[in-house]
């Protein structure tokens, strides 16, 4: 997930870099709904005082910009080296250079309008040689961070550790087979859950990219489980003893970087929580990026979550199935996104969490005017995708269908099955009585095309 700038050492390039202060496209991003289709740096649909359903947009779309591929990203993949270049990064791994990051980073978000942002521990402060020291960096840059957070009115929708990138997690964190491994994380997050109360995070984030295997020759998965449960159990006690009180989250994804990964997707995680008796304890921050590199449509793991009251929060990106791999880009599908918006709706939203952009720009889109096309897009989507989803919701149309389509459980011994008072006797007996069941169109055509009356 992370990318870091190459360290650049040209001192006129630095003393350059040092100069910048904001992010450096001049505009403030405006709603014009007559904009032109070419009109790219304005908001055609994104109205965030419009209330929708007793709510005013922007608190549907709860919008975050993330630091790792927004701020860090450098267009660098498995077969390319770094394309984009940032004026206000000299690739420096310092506090100066930390702080000026964050305050174009602000300024970026300020622009957009976007009123939550999002971090890891380790892209947005320097790690040092000892804990202590990468402790004390970070506690300038956070400290520096609440500032520019009063100062532009922008709150932190969650945080998280990076516990997948050094060397030393290689074989995972919390289920790594070596304990002093397992310390350090802990550690890790014991600090990074002070921090989360420190700066009024609304949420809590972990994502387990090593926590997984690459062969079960050799591997114990039910100890690495039973670690990672137990690992779990100390973060709710700390939690608790500092009265933190933020939605602590799990983001599920599949595969990449490791070959397996325990929290497979939403059902493999909610069995994981229900398992270990975590589950009024931790909700679900859902990628659908993730969700398709599982074999599943792109709403899937939101509408399974929900389901069962355990969608705290979306990574609104999206992939390239075709490609196989987590390609992280801007969720421009209108259709997709009034599938996902449905569903938050619905569920009456998503506080405390929202919709965080967990996306980066190609490697081949170097220009600054990218990075704000981009946010605007996906911004924009989602706009479409909630007016949508509103006018599917209050035509009930699609609903009435589905609820039809159950209505044999609502009556008879349908509904006592539901209820579960019934036994096979009673069902033995309705068919002697009632014979083979006709077979029932599931109309799936017509849902089909019901939906793209909408679109």
Same mark, same amino acid.
């Given at each position: 997930?992370?990318?870091?700038a190459p360290t650049?050492?040209?001192?006129?390039?630095?003393?350059?870099c040092?100069?910048i202060?904001?992010?450096p496209v001049?505009?403030?991003?405006?709603?014009?709904?007559?904009?032109?289709?070419?009109?790219?740096?304005?908001?055609?649909?994104y109205? +965030?005082?419009?209330?929708?359903?007793g709510?005013?947009?922007?608190?549907?779309?709860r919008?975050?910009?993330?630091?790792?591929?927004? /701020?860090?990203g450098?267009?660098?993949d498995p077969?390319?080296f770094?394309?984009?270049?940032? +004026?206000?990064?000299?690739?420096?791994?310092?506090?100066?250079?930390?702080k000026?990051?964050l305050?174009?980073a602000f300024?970026?978000?300020?622009?957009l309008?976007?009123?939550?942002?999002?971090f890891h521990d380790?892209?947005i402060?320097?790690?040092?040689?000892? $804990?202590?020291?990468?402790?004390?960096?970070?506690?300038?840059?956070?400290?520096y961070?609440?500032?520019?957070?009063?100062?532009?009115?922008?709150?932190?929708?969650w945080?998280?550790?990076?516990? /997948?990138?050094h060397?030393?997690?290689?074989?995972?964190?919390?289920?790594?087979?070596?304990?002093?491994?397992?310390?350090?994380?802990?550690?890790?997050?014991?600090?990074?859950?002070?921090?989360?109360?420190?700066?009024?995070s609304?949420?809590?984030?972990?994502w387990?990219?090593?926590e997984?295997?690459?062969?079960?020759?050799?591997?114990?998965?039910r100890?690495? $489980?039973?670690q990672?449960?137990? /690992?779990?159990?100390?973060?709710?006690?700390?939690?608790?003893k500092?009265?933190?009180t933020?939605?602590?989250l799990?983001?599920?994804?599949?595969?990449?970087?490791?070959?397996?990964?325990?929290?497979?997707d939403?059902?493999?995680?909610i069995?994981f929580?229900?398992?270990?008796?975590?589950?009024?304890? /931790?909700?679900?921050?859902?990628?659908?990026n993730?969700t398709?590199l599982a074999?599943?449509c792109y709403?899937?793991?939101?509408?399974?979550?929900?389901?069962?009251?355990?969608?705290g929060?979306?990574?609104s990106?999206?992939?390239s199935?075709d490609?196989?791999?987590?390609?992280?880009?801007f969720?421009?599908?209108?259709?997709s996104?009034?599938?996902?918006m449905?569903?938050?709706?619905?569920?009456?939203? $998503?506080? +405390?969490?929202?919709?965080?952009f967990d996306?980066k720009v190609?490697?081949?889109?170097?220009?600054l005017e990218? !990075?704000?096309?981009?946010?605007?897009?996906? !911004?924009?989507?989602f706009?479409r995708? $909630?007016?949508i989803?509103?006018?599917?919701?209050?035509?009930?149309? !699609?609903d009435?269908?589905?609820?039809?389509?159950?209505?044999?459980?609502?009556?008879?011994?349908?509904a006592k099955?539901?209820?579960?008072?019934a036994?096979l006797?009673?069902?033995?007996d309705?068919?002697l009585?009632?014979g083979?069941p006709?077979?029932?169109?599931g109309?799936?055509?017509?849902?089909?095309?019901?939906?793209n009356?909408?679109?």
């Amino acid at each position: 997930m992370l990318s870091f700038a190459p360290t650049s050492g040209d001192a006129n390039a630095k003393m350059e870099c040092a100069k910048i202060t904001s992010f450096p496209v001049d505009i403030k991003v405006q709603f014009k709904p007559d904009a032109k289709p070419d009109d790219v740096m304005c908001f055609k649909y994104y109205n +965030p005082t419009e209330i929708i359903m007793g709510k005013q947009m922007k608190d549907w779309l709860r919008f975050s910009a993330c630091c790792w591929h927004t /701020f860090r990203g450098t267009g660098a993949d498995p077969f390319g080296f770094p394309t984009l270049t940032r +004026p206000w990064d000299d690739g420096s791994n310092t506090i100066d250079n930390a702080k000026r990051r964050l305050k174009v980073a602000f300024d970026f978000m300020d622009k957009l309008g976007i009123k939550y942002w999002t971090f890891h521990d380790r892209d947005i402060a320097p790690e040092g040689d000892t $804990l202590e020291e990468t402790n004390r960096c970070l506690d300038e840059i956070v400290d520096y961070a609440l500032q520019l957070m009063k100062e532009k009115d922008i709150k932190l929708l969650w945080n998280t550790c990076n516990l /997948f990138a050094h060397s030393r997690y290689m074989n995972g964190a919390s289920t790594n087979p070596d304990f002093h491994v397992f310390a350090y994380a802990a550690a890790q997050v014991k600090k990074s859950l002070d921090i989360a109360t420190k700066m009024g995070s609304e949420n809590f984030v972990f994502w387990g990219g090593r926590e997984g295997y690459h062969t079960l020759l050799n591997t114990n998965v039910r100890s690495e $489980l039973d670690q990672m449960a137990k /690992f779990f159990k100390m973060v709710v006690a700390y939690k608790k003893k500092i009265g933190f009180t933020g939605q602590l989250l799990i983001e599920p994804k599949p595969k990449e970087p490791s070959k397996h990964q325990y929290d497979y997707d939403a059902m493999t995680v909610i069995a994981f929580l229900k398992t270990y008796g975590l589950d009024n304890d /931790f909700k679900l921050n859902i990628e659908p990026n993730h969700t398709t590199l599982a074999g599943h449509c792109y709403e899937h793991d939101i509408v399974m979550a929900s389901a069962y009251g355990m969608l705290g929060s979306v990574d609104s990106n999206t992939g390239s199935p075709d490609l196989g791999w987590d390609t992280d880009q801007f969720p421009m599908d209108v259709k997709s996104a009034a599938l996902v918006m449905k569903t938050i709706v619905q569920q009456g939203g $998503l506080t +405390p969490g929202g919709l965080n952009f967990d996306c980066k720009v190609r490697r081949e889109s170097t220009d600054l005017e990218d !990075m704000l096309i981009a946010h605007i897009g996906a !911004m924009d989507c989602f706009a479409r995708g $909630l007016r949508i989803a509103v006018k599917i919701i209050e035509d009930g149309i !699609m609903d009435e269908a589905v609820r039809e389509r159950y209505s044999t459980f609502e009556s008879g011994l349908g509904a006592k099955v539901k209820s579960g008072t019934a036994s096979l006797d009673d069902c033995v007996d309705f068919i002697l009585k009632n014979g083979n069941p006709k077979l029932i169109s599931g109309k799936q055509e017509k849902m089909e095309a019901i939906l793209n009356r909408y679109l």
